[in-house]
């Protein structure tokens, strides 16, 4: 229904910032909650956050206060905006259209692409 391609990622410093972009396709994109997960080698996907139809958003305790999540509809896009990164931020992070448990508890519906690699170290 909805399929993405990640960018952004790159190498920063302890401190820094970064934006990451995902670039949807799919007409449910607009109706569709959407966010971000990041993985390490050897652990599962992480949450990390989340963006509903209503205009909500919802973080991990580890990245709140710290990223935000937005969205384009118009441009089918994305965003999370990263500061005061850490070098546990360190994954490859991903984006995927959001279904729902529980208010406020998501799971992805959609492929899982090949992300993109962000890596915070001095």
């Known amino acids: 229904q909805v399929q993405a391609v990640e960018s952004g990622g790159g190498l920063v410093q302890p401190g820094g910032s970064l934006r990451l972009s995902c670039a949807a396709s799919g007409s449910i994109f607009s109706i569709s909650a959407m966010g971000w997960y990041r993985q390490v080698p050897g652990k599962e996907r992480e949450f990390i956050a989340a963006?509903?139809?209503?205009?909500?958003?919802y973080y991990a305790a580890s990245v709140q206060g710290r990223f935000t999540i937005s969205r384009d509809n118009a441009k089918m896009t994305l965003y999370l905006h990263m500061n005061n990164l850490k070098p546990e931020d360190t994954a490859v992070y991903y984006c995927n259209n959001l279904g729902t448990y529980d208010t406020g508890v998501f799971y992805p519906k959609g492929s899982w692409g090949q992300g993109t690699q962000v890596t915070v170290s001095s």
């Open positions: 963006h509903t139809i209503n205009d909500n958003t």
